[in-house]
């Protein structure tokens, strides 16, 4: 699917050169701090003193999903709210904390970061994602709502994923999601104390319907068997929309 949904038809100038193509685009938006609600999960804007405390009690906890974050575990409150500030003070960055809608327990962060509406190109990424919501379709769920908001409701032109390039389950997320791997940065950031070699990944605005579609599909009831297991992947659905088949087999 990369390769398809990465080919553009080179045009030529007036003197023979190779140029991109016309884009008919005006702009996007800056995101907003604003609730996005879902079937599962409520994203909504994360702030210092409503979830200090949850980052601590429900994510502090489990070291290794700091392993690749640029901040530290918080091992109190005031740490965690001091990180969340830094946070959600950045004018290119609209932070989200997750919280299950059945029982309104907070599961992990997000942010929507380096944010560029004059180009169209926004990032998702700060993801830590508490135990109980991993592997879940809620956790899903939170990057399709996520997406859904960047390219139908801001108009951005491109949305970015990138990571630790040792950072395996990340990139195995990102490319189960959609996105197309682009590159490796070598030696892009230290964090840390340690190198870090930076791997991005990319949607655009063209590939974006057929990922809306494959979530979509993904996330339907149909589509999980009566003990909750998936009949067809993200890719697998992907790949059935598009080459314009039906997305499960007749009965």
Known sequence: MASAMMGRVA???DLGQPVGEPVEWSGAQAPQARDLVGRWVRLCPLSAAEHARHVVDRLGVHPDLWTYQADDAPGDIVTAGRAISAMTERADTCAFAIVDRAS????????LLRSQPSVGSIEVGWII???SLQRTRAATEVQ???MRYAFDDLGY???EWKCDSLNQPSRAAATRLGFVEEGTWRNALVVKGRNRDTTWFSITDREWPLVRRGFEAWLADD???ES?????TLAELRGRRAAGVPTREPA
């Open 11 to 13: 045009r030529l100038n």
């Open 104 to 111: 309104d327990a907070f599961q992990g962060r997000v942010a």
């Open 129 to 131: 994602y508490a135990p």
């Open 144 to 146: 399709y709502l996520l």
């Open 157 to 159: 032109r491109r949305y």
């Open 223 to 225: 589509n999980f068997d």
């Open 228 to 232: 909750g297991r998936q009949r067809q």
